[in-house]
């Protein structure tokens, strides 16, 4: 059994999410995804997620691809999580790439292309120039 671990926001969720957690299972048996805690997104990214993390973690969960969601609290314990998990793979989107390598001696650390030409930062921006344009 291989099981794979990635992490994100995945806040108003979008194909290019969707495709990653594809890709990520079908590297191995099992795929855990680690999905942001309200206040992790607000250090990451500087604006408040769009959806909770309770409900973050209810979408997640229920595709097709995905095993179990536990909710990251900090970035500081990815090694914990990778240990926890038992997780083999480490997936992460090539945005992140070279900078995972120090578990390289946990598991493996695969960097995944994103998807091109779609983010949560476009959909909110588009929706908001849509009712922008409405008012
Ligand atoms: N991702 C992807 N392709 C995209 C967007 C995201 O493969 N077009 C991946 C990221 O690389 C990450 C995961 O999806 O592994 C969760 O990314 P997240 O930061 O939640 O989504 P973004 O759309 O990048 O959000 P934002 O615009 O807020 O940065």
Not at 27 to 50: C, E, H, I, P
Not at 86 to 93: H, K, P, Q, T
Request: contains cysteine; charged residues 25%; hydrophobic residues 40%.
């Amino acid at each position: 059994m291989t099981t794979v671990i990635t992490f994100g926001t995945f806040d108003v969720l979008h194909v290019g999410h969707l495709r990653i957690l594809q890709r990520s299972r079908a590297l191995g048996d099992r795929l855990v995804v680690g999905v942001s805690s309200d206040a992790l997104n607000m250090s990451k990214k500087n604006r408040q997620a769009v959806f909770s993390q309770d409900e973050r973690c209810e979408l997640v969960a229920n595709l097709r691809c995905v095993d179990e969601v536990f909710v990251e609290e900090s970035l500081e314990l990815k090694r914990q999580y990778i240990e926890k998990y038992a997780a083999d793979i480490l997936v992460m989107g090539d945005d992140w790439a070279g900078r995972f390598d120090e578990f390289n001696d946990i598991c493996r650390v695969e960097y995944l292309p994103r998807t091109p030409s779609i983010s949560t930062t476009a959909v909110i921006e588009h929706i908001s120039g849509m009712a922008g344009g409405n008012a």
